[in-house]
């Protein structure tokens, strides 16, 4: 079955520095990978997500890149803001299945002002 | 707006006593997903209604049950809550018969057992 790795498990970064988290899978036929952003009492918060047929996606100051042939894929914020500071997960959707989030183990990002 | 609501944000039960999370959703969506997170770790799926169908994880506890009524609500029951079901309980749901994977979160039922 999938298998997602996340590193690092904790990201400390000062205010406007850049922020990569990166992800890797197992399952070359995974097809779809969200990322979420999950503040301290709070529900994940989808955040951006990309589809195997896509190799970079942006929305403002978030961007996420997949490699399909080394499989994986990264999270990259710029201009980091203390309000960016929060567990982000990653995850993946196998072919096999079209329901069930394989979710990597969280990276904790402190953005420090 | 459309959202994912669930209620209480927090429960206090015994160890032992019955307790029951409901989530309900103004999204219309066909599937909604029972989740468990602990401390520090990722949400583990629990179940999940694909509309009127009930799909269990082969490794939940059968003290985990789950009613969806409606299209709308869904309903997670612990019948004998014990020390280690203390956790966040997530609900989400997602829109699969247009094709579409995303999976939105509601805020979370936080369960403590005493």
């Known amino acids: 079955g999938e298998n997602v790795e996340q590193h690092p498990s904790t990201l400390s970064v000062q205010e406007g520095d850049s922020a990569v988290i990166k992800c890797t899978y197992s399952?070359?036929?995974?097809?779809?990978f969200p990322w979420y952003k999950q503040e301290l009492g709070k529900g994940p918060q989808l955040i951006i997500d990309i589809r195997s047929n896509v190799g970079e996606k942006k929305d403002q100051r978030i961007a996420v890149t997949l490699n399909k042939t080394a499989k994986h894929f990264s999270l990259h914020i710029t201009e980091t803001q203390p309000e960016d500071s929060a567990v982000y997960f990653c995850a993946a959707i196998p072919m096999d299945s079209s329901y069930k989030l394989i979710f990597g183990s969280g990276t904790r990002l402190l953005v420090r002002p | 707006d459309a959202m994912v609501i669930q209620n209480p944000r927090y429960q206090v039960t015994q160890f032992g006593k019955p307790v029951t999370l409901s989530c309900s959703q103004t999204l219309n969506h066909n599937v909604m997903y029972w989740y468990q997170q602990k401390s520090s770790q990722a949400p583990k799926l629990l179940f999940h209604?694909?509309?009127?169908?009930?799909?269990n994880e082969a490794d939940t506890p059968d003290n985990f049950q789950s009613r969806r009524p409606n299209t709308s609500f869904c309903f997670l029951d612990i019948r004998s809550p014990g020390l280690g079901d203390a956790a966040m309980y997530l609900c989400?749901?997602?829109?699969?018969?247009?094709?579409?994977?995303?999976?939105?979160f509601g805020p979370g039922t936080r369960l403590t057992v005493l």
């Open positions: 209604y694909y509309d009127k169908d009930f799909n």
């Open positions: 989400a749901t997602s829109d699969r018969d247009n094709g579409f994977n995303e999976q939105f």
């Open positions: 399952d070359s036929a995974s097809n779809y």
